[in-house]
């Protein structure tokens, strides 16, 4: 098994900066990939950014990749979502998924989910 659990999120003004952490527990040597999704009130939830846990690859959507981040600290077994320059538009619960095998990292099927940390971006 394999448990995420978020933090880092916050009520910040539009152009703020937050930064986003997901502790991963369990069987981690076991997880191929981590995502990072957001589900906006009343929106369909949006992949946000995806990292291999093996090979480092990293790739952020390509519509927030101007201003996300995604980072992985393989020593704490966490991944962070750096968000620069916030817009109204970002306010979302932002959410960590975990995959364990490469099939599923491919389809961007995860089988694991934290809670969520909840931002919420004011003008």
């Known amino acids: 098994q394999v448990q995420l659990v978020e933090s880092g999120g916050g009520s910040v003004q539009t152009g703020g900066s937050l930064r986003l952490s997901c502790v991963v527990s369990g069987d981690t040597n076991s997880v191929d990939c981590l995502a990072w999704?957001?589900?906006?009130?009343?929106?369909?939830r949006q992949w946000v950014a995806q990292t291999w846990t093996r090979s480092g690859t990293t790739i952020v959507a390509?519509?927030?990749?101007?201003r996300f981040t995604a980072s992985r600290d393989n020593d704490k077994n966490a991944l962070s979502l750096q968000i620069n320059n916030l817009k109204t538009e970002d306010t979302a619960d932002y959410y960590c998924?975990?995959?364990?095998?490469?099939?599923?990292?491919?389809?961007?099927?995860?089988?694991?989910w934290g809670q969520g940390t909840q931002v919420t971006v004011s003008s």
């Open positions: 999704f957001r589900a906006a009130p009343g929106k369909e």
């Open positions: 390509d519509s927030v990749r101007a």
């Open positions: 998924a975990a995959a364990r095998n490469p099939a599923d990292c491919h389809r961007r099927a995860f089988n694991y």
